[in-house]
């Protein structure tokens, strides 16, 4: 196994609804349902 002179830093994610898994990101955009009505 590789071992890293630093520590690596944590994989930001998030939840599956509805599953236990994670999907990993590198941005998250929070878009509300009515986005169109406010543009």
């Known amino acids: 196994m590789t ?3 630093l520590p ?3 994989t930001p994610s998030v ?3 509805g599953s236990h898994e ?3 990101v ?3 955009f929070c878009v509300g349902r009515n ?3 406010h543009a």
């Open 3 to 5: 071992e890293f002179v």
């Open 8 to 10: 690596l830093p944590a």
């Open 15 to 17: 939840a599956v609804a």
């Open 22 to 24: 994670r999907f990993a």
């Open 26 to 28: 590198r941005r998250i």
């Open 35 to 37: 986005y169109a009505a």
